[in-house]
């Protein structure tokens, strides 16, 4: 279990409520009887609601957001170090950076059906906030520290890797954290750390983040989650020190050349053909696949 002993005083909701239908639903599709319902429903608790609605759920999931993902970091990295023995540290932290990435978590919450058990206050109920990637990602995270709480760290390993294993493909994105990592090894002989703090910025809540490689600041980002943030701190960061990062581009059409309008008796004209040059075309290129 992950309370130790005399602590269970510091995380339980004092005559929490039985669960409602639809959380019991949600706690059969996780797979666990939680003994403390009120962790599952601080889970699924966005800020919004718990000010709108202080006498359902008190508590929002910010904190068990915050415990998840510290979980889940370990977790990752631990299935990581055990199947790929022959990855490096740079490969290591790339490919978990993509296990935890905004969404590869989106998607694992989307499969669970996550955004529709959610507790939301109306503005962002009514604005499509089921829908939203980083809410879900946040959503999922702190499922998994209401997990650990209740049924232990076995448990959230198997709630992650379980359903991270059944995706059909690993999602993948522009994975700036993973090319910064092995960037600043091979300059500074250094890890890159990130030092990330959250703002709520009127029913929202903004992120700001900081990469360091040693005592100087590389880059700063921001982004309505921790691991966007950090992910656009490390994209600032890799412009200032390779150049402009930019993605592909599609490759643009060719047009047609217009045919020239007919006149009167025109005269006749001896031209060599003009040559159109065709677009540079490039290949999306993608990383590797996760094992």
Do not use: C, W
Request: proline share 8%; net charge neutral; aromatic share 6%.
């Amino acid at each position: 279990m992950g309370v130790h002993p005399g602590e269970g005083r510091l995380i339980a909701q004092p005559q929490a409520a039985p669960l409602s239908q639809s959380l019991q639903q949600l706690q059969q599709k996780i797979g666990i009887h939680f003994r403390d319902p009120g962790l599952l429903l601080e889970a699924v608790t966005h800020s919004s609601f718990a000010n709108e609605n202080p006498a359902v759920s008190p508590r929002d999931n910010e904190r068990l957001e915050y415990l998840g993902d510290a979980v889940l970091q370990l977790i990752a990295a631990e299935y990581l170090y055990k199947h790929h023995p022959g990855a490096t540290e740079g490969e290591l932290t790339q490919t978990r950076s993509a296990m935890v990435n905004t969404n590869t978590l989106a998607q694992l919450a989307e499969l669970l059906g996550l955004g529709g058990y959610l507790y939301l206050g109306k503005g962002i109920a009514n604005g499509g906030g089921r829908s939203l990637k980083s809410l879900l990602a946040n959503a999922f995270e702190a499922v998994l520290g209401a997990v650990f709480l209740d049924a232990g760290y076995d448990a959230a390993y198997h709630y992650y890797l379980d359903r991270y294993r059944a995706l059909p493909v690993p999602v993948r994105d522009e994975n700036f954290k993973g090319r910064l990592q092995q960037v600043a090894q091979e300059r500074f002989g250094a890890t890159p750390v990130y030092d990330s703090e959250g703002a709520r910025v009127g029913n929202r809540r903004e992120y700001t983040s900081v990469v360091f490689a040693g005592a100087e600041p590389l880059g700063t980002g921001h982004g309505p989650s921790k691991q966007e943030a950090e992910q656009d701190a490390a994209r600032v960061a890799l412009e200032a020190l390779l150049g402009p990062v930019s993605k592909p581009t599609k490759p643009q059409r060719q047009r047609r050349p217009r045919k020239p309008r007919q006149t009167a008796a025109p005269e006749p004209v001896t031209a060599e053909a003009e040559v159109v040059p065709l677009p540079e075309t490039r290949s999306r290129q993608f990383g590797e696949p996760i094992d």
